[in-house]
């Protein structure tokens, strides 16, 4: 497990950034948004989100460190690459909806992170395919997150200040 002091490091990164961008969700610009019915309550989020960045982190290293020992060291540097772009969205979604308000950049960042993690999930096969199913929650939490800023950009059309 080699690996897994630097992907710990980088999904505790990323979990220090969106934290930093989130912390007032109670916002009166927040608290204005029309959210749809489906959204979670907001105690779900902080619990979720630490299962999965702790599992983004144990799963990639896992898939680092097997395809290194595979001699596939190109591809492990490969997957590196893909899950610090992946983990650069994921940072990225909570400044763009909380800080900049910008819910229509928030729906596309959050649908290209989607897209990442499903990019994960299928470079992290070949390394381990347990790790690569451990992944799958991830994409399909970010898929839901995605379905979830859609929605609240569709029912907040106004112009975004």
Known sequence: MRSLVKTSAAAGLTAGIGALASQDVN??????????????????????????????????????????????????????????????????????????????????????LTLSCVDLVRRAQPGSPIASTALVPYAAWCAFATVLSAAIWRRNRWPQN
């Open 27 to 112: 916002t009166r610009w927040y608290r204005k948004l029309s959210k749809p019915p489906f959204q979670p309550p907001s105690v779900a989020f902080p619990i979720v989100w630490t299962a999965l960045y702790s599992d983004v982190a144990i799963s990639s290293a896992v898939v680092v460190d097997r395809l290194h020992e595979q001699g596939r060291h190109i591809d492990a540097a490969a997957f590196e690459r893909a899950l610090y772009l992946n983990l650069v969205l994921n940072g990225s979604w909570t400044w763009v909806f909380f800080k900049a308000h910008r819910l229509d950049a928030a729906t596309a960042t959050a649908g290209a």
